[in-house]
């Protein structure tokens, strides 16, 4: 992550359970059963994409923001991101949020603030990034996959003609 930042960082407080209606052992157990990775939007874009012929790294450590997928060949990564955790169509969704308010909107606030950073730091280092909602990966897959495959057709296309 770049040291110097364009804006404030957003500081999330800590989880207030008095706010919330779960005990600290029930929300616990909830929030275990969410998952980062190996989502079904997840596993349908990699499929897609191994079936195109083109192979990748899932949850690559070695990058910033542990992308979902990385093309190191095309110095490509995809991320796929949840509605909720990454604030899709937040100025609306805020409003609606009832319990612990404080917390809630500065932990998707600061996810928000923090996806921009990573996508930054990507393009700094020469890799393209591309971000999809779930819901997007789910309603229009070969939408999304198309949109891969001819960045990276173009970027073979390039390679090809540098060497």
């Not at 190996?38 to 910033?64: H, M, Q, V």
Request: charged share 35%; aromatic share 12%; proline share 3%.
């Amino acid at each position: 992550m770049p040291k110097t930042y364009s804006e404030e960082r957003i500081k999330v407080p800590r989880f207030n359970e008095e706010s919330g209606f779960y005990t600290t052992p029930e929300r616990s157990k909830i929030m275990a059963k969410i998952r980062g990775k190996n989502t079904k939007p997840e596993l349908a874009f990699r499929k897609a994409l191994y079936s195109k012929g083109f192979r990748y790294r899932i949850d690559y450590r070695k990058l910033i923001g542990r992308p979902d997928i990385v093309l190191k060949k095309y110095k490509t990564v995809i991320f796929i991101d949840g509605e909720y955790w990454h604030g899709y169509n937040w100025q609306e969704r805020k409003e609606k949020i009832k319990t612990n308010r404080d917390f809630w909107i500065a932990k998707i606030e600061r996810n928000m603030q923090r996806d921009q950073e990573v996508n930054a730091a990507l393009k700094l280092e020469g890799y393209t990034v591309f971000r999809f909602w779930e819901s997007m990966v789910k309603k229009e897959l070969n939408t999304c996959i198309e949109m891969v495959l001819k960045h990276l057709k173009k970027k073979a296309k390039a390679d090809l003609l540098r060497d």
